[in-house]
């Protein structure tokens, strides 16, 4: 709507991940970092938490983008899944293709050959879970299992957990303390803070080709304010800060747009302490 006003190309602030408007933010390249090293290190279990809207789902996408063709990756992004759910999954996400009247005993020895033949091609197996803290306890059980197959040098399977602080709490509990403890690598996303925020705003600005800043100095101050530097939330307010520019024909979003998109918000306004 907005976007002829602005000279953009693209939505800056879309509410869907996308790759084309990744941010290197230091939080992420950190996470990035740990989980390239993880895997190449073939570790069993990776775990990357975060707040809703952090930017897990983004941070997944971009490991599924950039991984080599050393890896064989199965990428889960419905964890809602009974333990035959599972195996079912993985199964046909690794390319397993078998007619589906076998038993799971039948299905859990396809798999573990499956494994077994995919490594001895020098294609190391990854399953990536996105919302992992929504997966039901035998599910994360039969995945612990799914992990004891390994070589003198590295696990068959390796898993990368991504999912909210949740994911931490269930994971202390004394019914999964052998899935904790081959949790090899760990990082927790963090949100971004003032200077990170004018960054991440300018990088999707520029990704959509904007030639010149749309925020006042003021408004930024107050978005980050008010969305406590959580990525989504700071483009829910840029859009919504946007349209309201464009209504009043302005060529910046600046404090009192910001205000009202604040205002409108409500899982930031009360947040925010920047409101009359």
């Known amino acids: 709507m907005y976007q002829q006003h602005f000279g953009l190309s693209d939505k800056p602030f879309g509410l869907t991940p996308s790759t084309a408007f990744y941010c290197a933010l230091p939080s992420h390249s950190e996470a990035a970092a740990v989980l390239s090293l993880a895997l190449a290190e ?152 003032r200077q990170e925020l004018g960054q991440y705003v300018s990088h999707r600005l520029h990704c959509a080709g904007a030639s010149r800043p749309l925020f006042t100095g003021p408004a930024l101050g107050a978005l980050h304010r008010a969305s406590r530097g959580i990525p989504r939330l700071v483009n829910i307010l840029c859009h919504k800060a946007l349209l309201l520019a464009y209504g009043k024909g302005l060529a910046r979003a600046g404090w009192w747009q910001m205000r009202h998109a604040i205002r409108d918000t409500e899982s930031c306004y009360r947040a925010a302490r920047v409101l009359p």
């Open 42 to 193: 073939g570790e069993g279990f990776i775990k990357i938490t975060g707040e809703v809207g952090t930017g897990k789902t983004l941070l997944c996408r971009r490991l599924l983008a950039t991984l080599g063709p050393e890896f064989a990756v199965a990428y889960l992004p419905n964890p809602d899944l009974t333990p035959a759910e599972l195996r079912w999954a993985l199964a046909l996400e690794l390319g397993l293709k078998q007619a589906g009247n076998i038993d799971q005993q039948q299905l859990g020895q396809l798999l573990q050959r499956q494994l077994i033949g995919l490594a001895a091609n020098g294609r190391w197996p990854v399953v990536i879970i996105d919302e992992a803290q929504a997966l039901p306890d035998d599910t994360l059980e039969a995945l612990r299992l799914l992990t004891n197959l390994e070589t003198e040098q590295r696990k068959l399977l390796q898993v990368v957990l991504l999912g909210q602080p949740e994911l931490d709490q269930r994971l202390g509990q004394h019914r999964f303390r052998q899935l904790a403890q081959r949790i090899s690598f760990h990082y927790r996303l963090r949100p971004m803070n």
